[in-house]
DNA sequence: CGGTTAGTTGAAGGTCTTCAACATAGGTGG
DNA sequence: CCACCTATGTTGAAGACCTTCAACTAACCG
């Protein structure tokens, strides 16, 4: 049986239920998931394969660490959170992944999920079976190097998160932070100076490598300088080019 | 022309001059470059893209940041290191690699090398263009598999340094780093136990986020509870079982 | 052999954490 | 719908860990 779904939208709030199919061709995110020079005949074919069976209600979760690798997910709605457990139970939030973005591609090395993936809010996914990507990108070079892409693109972004965390201050790395998902929101449409967090400051500073308090201290601190105007989850950044400066990051 | 080259080996200290081919199936470090189901004509398929023409002195460039993309490199003997410049000029090592291990994947997403590579002593790499490797990728579904395999397990890799330079204080840093070196000393059936550190005191502290002091400190700290000797970069692992506690990694 | 680079050690200082108390938000049942 | 309760967030004070600055020592290289 096949489920029809609502159209691919940022939040869940409005659910659409008019009944009709989403697909790739047609999804306002695939500017952003699948920037592919593919022919349609070729989106349809990978229209195919992927399934938009997973609606995710909140702190629901995707797939846990350890789980075997089956998939790659793309968001089409709401927030997913990554995260490692450490051995000794704590917890490493390893990304954030807003609509458009690709999660769950760590679970190829061993055919098993090095992360748990669960919803911060209420989500939908795209399932990508992950052995009917590969069959198909034997098929469809471009599909190939898009998906080679995307793992490099992986890791260019670990690697400057490691360099966050290896040599920015608490204020720069939450400034990063809030300068990441402005960004990825002006990539959706969306406002990039007004937005609702997702994540809680635990979320936050974990992800960050901070404590909670100094997560709430450094937005405290930044609405004192009129950088950011801090309402609970809600957040106005002020002073784009502040928190750009605050931030350090050069570029 | 093509160049003959000696066996791969890891220390260049006593290059062989025998002049002979060296290719991938009869090379000692393809159970860990290539650990793959591939046919022995599969293998020689490979082993016709790669080129094995460039020796790096200490303190080559392999290729520098922002680069044209062309290939990527399995280090055949020798250590090279992989670092980022950030803005402000200040340096930030992604990883050392070693023999059997593959580094510049992360060019692949911008068509331009994401870090710079450079040789901490005199070693060799083999050079796999990419998009020789991309066509038979195509042609070889376990060659398509395998690099998927090698992208993602540089995420989990460097999930886990965030990780580590999130959560773990400078102590377990560097017993974590030790312990990381030793392994895959033990996987190219070297010592476990003693080896040369090829970085300096600076790379190892610029990788772990921590200054040289701090490095310099612990070091003397695990020198002094008999868990390492340390004779500048000679490190012996005294107390194997007692680093490992230090690591305080759980697993 | 001299000069430069790399590594070590000490003392002082700063940034973030820890611990604690309090405030606010969100969800549930009366 | 309000009261309550719990989870989440904020703020303060003390303390820990790492950094910074400085001096010195050891290794490396021409």
Redesign the interface.
Known sequence: MTIHLTRAQDTASNPCTHDYQVNCGNCRLNSICLPLALESDDIQQLDDIIQRSKPLQKHQHLYRESDDFQSVYAVRSGTIKAY?T???G?E?V?GFYFPGEILG??????NAH??SAKALETAAVCEIPFASL??L???M?NL??H??????????E??Q???L???NSADERVAALMLSISGRNARRKLSATQFRLPMSRVDIG?Y??LTVETVSRVFSRMQKMDVLRVDNKEIEILNPQGLQDMA????
């Open positions: 490692k450490t051995d000794d704590q490493q390893t591609m760590d679970g190829i090395s061993n090095a992360s590969e069959k990108s034997t098929l070079p190939q190097r998906f080679f892409k995307l793992l490099s693109r992986e890791i260019t670990d690697q998160l490691i360099t965390l290896s040599k974990n960050l490598g350090n990051l050069g570029s």
